[in-house]
């Protein structure tokens, strides 16, 4: 399916313009792709070792690198042509790209003690062409470890950040610049001026490239995919499949369509009765299949890390890696397909397989489809390895892969189809089974115990600062003088517990997947949101082995938390995980809240707190985690702030004391990260 889903000339009858995105496996790579096409103008995404004279001949207007995981000076750098210098068009570069920028000019990069990672203030020069009308402070989204350490010759710096790193280097004549932020996301408040800026003022582009209709070319794409074969869908519900089955429905006859529901055993609480009915409603019959017992004893095949050969994995129900378990149940999803057309007695050869596969669920599975160069951060149930082999045979219909979350409910409007369908808020297709974190054992590694005196130290600024604590300089030296003044400020004010929890979850940092501790504040005064979500962004980037720091609901935590209750998938712990989030999205529904909220995971981790350790007791219960969640895009994004209008402090307390009450539940607890440093799931 062509990316470019547009017009092909302008209303003149004259060509585009175009730019060229050349990817070095940034995260965000088709969010530049998507933020260029909002500003009207046509961009085309390809591989950053495309020859100049390809770039040339093609007759692109700009050229913007993105940014990716490696190191300029790496073995495995991605390479590119350094003739693209020459060829004397306009050039931003962001984040990779700015270093690959520098780094051609003769200057140097180096991986600095400091990384930054999340959304900060920096200081631009304002005559700057690139910040034209814009104001001296700027919110931006910074994720790297590499930094710029001397300035390439003709280039002139044209931003630092709080610890005086550069963040913007440019040439106004060689209509050259770089950037160490992503102009591309929301958390980056006035990135899209910045890019029109590039587009319009630098590249002198004409914002003549309209969008012409997607719908139609979805269903273009369709008849032409399909053609006489039939189609097998599964079916979640949720809004990314629903369009997906309407589309499907427009462009092909109703008897070369065939919608499957699995229930799988992870749905929420009577969520396939409300699938079938919801479906029904627009038209669609569902073959309804429930296959509990299928996906937990399910296993697949699978090559780790630091292995030849490929090996077993376990059965889902004891698998405790999170990105073996989100394999099993794509695979096993593939195979009750499977099942179900041999059932139906069709020819294999002669049916497809359809997804509602969205451009985020390819980025951050690194497929292929969107960069040759993206670090995985966790595998999607539809973008496995099997699934990989079926689409590269040609046996996969996927209409909405470039589209992002927003753009799929602005079809689904259009399409006609009913609101309690487009405005759901997402649940993943492997369900409760990544909101379950399982684990056999602690995670305690060597660092540990350092860890754990440092996010002390945080919290306790003050005091540390007074006594002239042996780690304080771990937070100066990541820290500006402002964020210190905060920190004295905060911990003046209030006395907060900072305990960390031996378990891992997902994250995204410089690019890249991380895996690791979870940070647990408490305090026994009412909370002060603001503080709270403040230490929340600073401590991942004082400590990169910090994915996640949540508030602890009740009284401060007294004890350490050194070990967890064992808790694999079983009907028992996806029973207690099931209530709570029934408990969560009722209440968020009653309150009229749901379209406010992007989307609210509800989490079990096997955290037991409040034993005391003379006493030696057991852990066995276990702990909910609530993460509601606002953003655009779902490639970035903020957690909701208690007391704001997405969420009132009265509805989060009663959230609070009704999922307290659950038998089992030791706390509940509230994710404070965005992302990044933090995924939109735990898993």
Not at 527 to 544: C, G, M, V
């Amino acid at each position: 399916m062509n990316s470019n889903i547009f017009l092909g000339t302008a209303e003149n009858g004259l060509r585009h313009d175009k730019v060229v995105i050349l990817d070095a496996g940034a995260q965000y790579g088709k969010v530049i792709d998507r933020k260029v096409r909002e500003l009207l103008v046509e961009s085309d995404i390809l591989p950053l070792d495309t020859p100049a004279a390809t770039i040339r001949n093609n007759g692109y207007r700009g050229i913007i690198i993105s940014g990716g995981p490696n190191s300029v000076y790496a073995d495995d750098a991605p390479s590119y042509d350094p003739d693209l210098f020459k060829l004397k068009i306009p050039m931003l570069g962001i984040c990779y790209g700015m270093q690959l920028i520098n780094k051609e000019f003769g200057g140097t990069v180096l991986k600095t003690d400091v990384r930054e990672d999340g959304q900060q203030n920096i200081e631009i020069v304002t005559s700057c062409p690139l910040f034209s009308r814009l104001s001296r402070t700027q919110s931006v989204l910074l994720t790297h470890g590499d930094s710029v350490e001397r300035v390439g010759e003709k280039l002139k710096v044209g931003g630092w950040s709080t610890n005086r790193i550069v963040t913007t280097i440019y040439n106004e004549v060689l209509r050259i610049y770089g950037v160490q932020f992503h102009p591309e996301v929301d958390l980056t408040i006035n990135g899209k001026q910045m890019l029109s800026n590039f587009l319009y003022e630098i590249c002198e582009l004409t914002p003549n490239f309209t969008m012409g209709s997607r719908k139609e070319e979805c269903i273009r794409y369709i008849r032409e995919k399909v053609g006489t074969n039939k189609v097998l869908l599964l079916v979640s519900g949720g809004v990314d499949s629903s369009v997906c089955a309407a589309l499907l429905r427009r462009a092909l006859h109703p008897n070369q369509i065939i919608a499957v529901h699995v229930d799988n055993g992870f749905m929420r609480q009577n969520e396939s009765e409300k699938v079938e009915r919801s479906l029904r409603d627009i038209g669609i019959e569902l073959i309804v299949r429930k296959e509990g017992y299928t996906f937990l004893k399910g296993t697949t095949q699978v090559k780790r890390p630091g292995q030849y050969s490929v090996v077993e994995t376990p059965m889902l129900c004891q698998t405790y890696n999170p990105e073996e378990k989100r394999k099993i149940i794509g695979d096993i999803f593939v195979k009750v397909t499977n099942d179900v057309v041999a059932e139906l007695k069709l020819k294999p050869e002669e049916v497809l397989l359809a997804q509602g596969t969205l451009r985020p669920d390819l980025i951050e599975s690194a497929s292929n489809l969107v960069s040759t160069n993206a670090e995985t951060i966790k595998t999607h149930h539809n973008d496995t390895d099997l699934i990989r082999e079926l689409r590269n045979a040609g046996r996969v219909v996927e209409p909405l892969c470039d589209f992002h979350k927003d753009e799929v409910r602005d079809l689904g409007n259009d399409l006609g189809l009913p609101p309690e369908l487009v405005e759901r808020q997402p649940f993943p297709g492997p369900g409760l089974a990544i909101r379950v974190l399982c684990a056999e054992e602690a995670y305690m590694e060597k660092d540990y115990s350092e860890t754990q005196v440092i996010v002390r130290v945080i919290v306790d600024y003050k005091n540390k600062l007074q006594k002239n604590h042996a780690l304080i300089n771990r937070v100066t030296g990541a820290t500006s003088e402002s964020e210190q003044k905060d920190l004295l400020r905060i911990s003046a004010n209030s006395q907060i517990q900072a305990t960390l929890l031996p378990i891992r979850s997902v994250g995204v940092q410089g690019d890249k997947r991380s895996y690791s501790y979870v940070v647990g504040l408490s305090t026994s005064q009412e909370p002060n949101w603001q503080d709270l979500l403040f230490l929340a962004k600073i401590i991942p980037r004082i400590l990169h082995n910090v994915n996640r720091v949540c508030y602890i609901f009740g009284e401060p935590v007294q004890y350490l938390v050194t070990d967890i209750t064992h808790t694999t998938l079983n009907t028992v712990v996806l029973a207690q995980l099931r209530q709570a989030d029934a408990i969560a999205n009722e209440i968020i529904m009653q309150a009229g809240l749901y379209r406010k909220i992007s989307q609210m995971p509800v989490v079990l981790i096997p955290v037991h707190f409040d034993r005391d350790p003379i006493n030696r007791t057991p852990s066995c219960r276990r702990s909910v985690v609530l993460r509601p969640f606002i953003t655009n895009d779902f490639m970035t994004g903020v957690p909701a702030e208690p007391g704001s209008v997405q969420l009132p402090l009265q509805v989060l307390n009663q959230i609070v004391n009704d999922i307290s009450k659950l038998d089992g539940i030791s706390r509940v607890l509230y994710d404070l990260t965005a992302k990044p440093p933090g995924t939109t799931e735990w898993e």
